[in-house]
């Protein structure tokens, strides 16, 4: 059972902030909330909040010149607001558009369950808060916030769409009675956790990945999907899904962890397509991601 610790003087002021911000953004035409929302985006820009970070990526993937990166930075810090805007709106989803989901209906028909790969790109919560109303037995797996009184917040939001949460701490056990009963199982595997991952090509790059959906998919023979809700600048979604077809791993039988590695790189080559179109969509720019590789003093 999660324990959740007692909250801080300051968690408390950082709840009454977010309930401020959250009743503000929903007093508000959507188009209104969004400009406004850009808006603090680009005030976080201006006051360099995690601009450093940003910066040591940018530079350390070298996809991107000076000149593009210094482009790219303040449409990444507007979408930042735009998308909070969207999630903070309660109950109301935006117009969306669905792409390829023939490829969604067949990882369901498989009856082996269905593990839907994301990254901290787009609106990852809102997709599952879409996808709540409108499939059965969603579960995603998720980080508790630092702020108890945030998380709570956060659970009952997802909770209100049918979205169950699964804890990483008893994510393999979750994972895995979900895919059992043929469910749908959510996970980021664009962070760096510290002692859960495996160095894995990345953006060009060398980056300690998350095992944890290729060695179910190789275990149980859970399908992957893709998936990413990207907001288009007329406010409308769209909703893309992507085809993960088992990789073939050398000639003859591989190992386990040849096979492993094999769906932990593919998926990785496919969250690094999505960035390589839409870096400004990709919020890991602000993450730690090739911690071990980079110095982030």
Not at 54 to 75: C, R, Y
Not at 262 to 282: C, F, K, M, T, Y
Request: overall charge positive; hydrophobic content about 45%; glycine content about 10%.
């Amino acid at each position: 059972m999660k324990t959740i610790r007692k909250p801080t003087k300051t968690n408390y002021l950082e709840y009454a902030a977010l309930r401020c911000v959250e009743t503000a953004v929903n007093a508000l035409p959507r188009g209104v909330a969004l400009f406004f929302g850009g808006i603090a985006g680009q005030a976080l820009c201006l006051f360099g909040v995690y601009r450093g970070v940003a910066l040591k990526n940018f530079e350390h993937v070298g996809l991107w010149d000076a000149g593009e990166v210094k482009k790219i930075l303040p449409a990444l810090y507007k979408n930042i607001g735009r998308y909070a805007a969207d999630f903070l709106r309660a109950g109301k989803l935006p117009p969306y558009r669905l792409h390829d989901y023939d490829i969604y209906e067949r990882a369901r028909e498989s009856g082996k369950g269905t593990i839907i790969v994301l990254a901290h790109f787009g609106n990852w919560e809102l997709l599952a808060a879409i996808w709540g109303r409108n499939v059965d037995d969603l579960n995603v797996v998720a980080m508790p916030m630092r702020n108890p009184l945030v998380e709570k917040w956060l659970l009952r939001k997802r909770t209100a769409t049918a979205v169950k949460t699964i804890y990483k701490k008893n994510a393999l056990r979750g994972m895995l009675s979900a895919l059992k009963r043929n469910g749908i199982t959510a996970i980021l595997i664009d962070q760096h956790i510290h002692g859960m991952g495996t160095p894995t090509p990345f953006l060009g790059k060398t980056a300690d990945t998350v095992r944890t959906a290729a060695g179910l998919i190789y275990k149980t023979g859970a399908v992957a999907l893709p998936v990413n809700a990207i907001l288009n600048p007329d406010g409308s979604y769209d909703i893309k899904f992507y085809q993960a077809e088992p990789p073939i791993v050398g000639a003859g039988s591989a190992d386990d962890e040849a096979v492993i590695s094999a769906i932990q790189v593919q998926h990785n080559d496919i969250l690094s397509g999505w960035i390589r179109e839409h870096p400004e969509h990709w919020f890991g720019w602000f993450h730690r991601r090739f911690k071990g590789y980079v110095d982030y003093k």
